[in-house]
C-alpha cells in the first residue's frame, strides 16, 4: 500500500501563494488519478483539481485561473500551486489517489480510495 503525504500549508495574506505538495509513493501517475480536495468546517469536501493517467486536469470553477496542479514523475510529488489566495481558499486540504479510469477520474464526483492526513490552510485579509 502506498502513502500520500501533504506537506506546504500554512497561514498567508489574501492575494498571497502557496505550493501544497504530495509524497505519493506507491501511486504512480501512470495509472492513478490524482487529486486535491479541501474542506472546510461546515462544508462538504470538493475536488479542486485532477490530474489523469492521461495528464489531463480539471478544476474547480472556484480555482480556475489561481490554482496548477501538476507533477513531477522522478520525485514521486504532486504539487498544486495556488495564487492570488482568496480567505475563501481557507481549508484544509488533502491529497487523493485512485486506480480509476482517466474519464471517471476528472467527472466531479468521483470517488477517490486513497487519502493523505491533509494539510491546513489559512488565508487572511
Do not use: H
Request: net charge positive; with cysteine.
Amino acid at each position: 500500500q502506498g502513502q500520500l503525504v501533504e506537506s506546504g500549508g500554512g497561514s498567508v495574506q489574501a492575494g498571497g501563494s502557496l505550493r501544497l505538495s504530495c509524497a505519493t509513493s506507491g501511486y504512480p501517475s501512470s495509472t492513478y488519478c490524482l487529486g486535491w480536495f479541501r474542506q472546510s468546517p461546515g462544508k462538504e469536501r470538493e475536488a479542486v483539481a485532477k490530474i489523469n493517467s492521461d495528464g489531463t486536469t480539471k478544476y474547480a470553477d472556484s480555482v480556475k485561473g489561481r490554482f496548477t496542479i501538476s507533477q513531477d514523475n522522478a520525485k514521486n510529488t504532486l504539487y498544486l500551486q495556488m495564487n492570488s489566495l482568496k480567505r475563501e481558499d481557507t481549508a484544509m486540504y488533502y491529497c487523493a489517489a485512485d486506480g480509476t479510469t482517466p474519464n471517471y477520474c476528472l467527472i466531479r464526483f468521483a470517488r477517490f480510495g486513497f487519502w493523505g492526513q491533509g494539510t491546513q490552510v489559512t488565508v487572511s485579509s
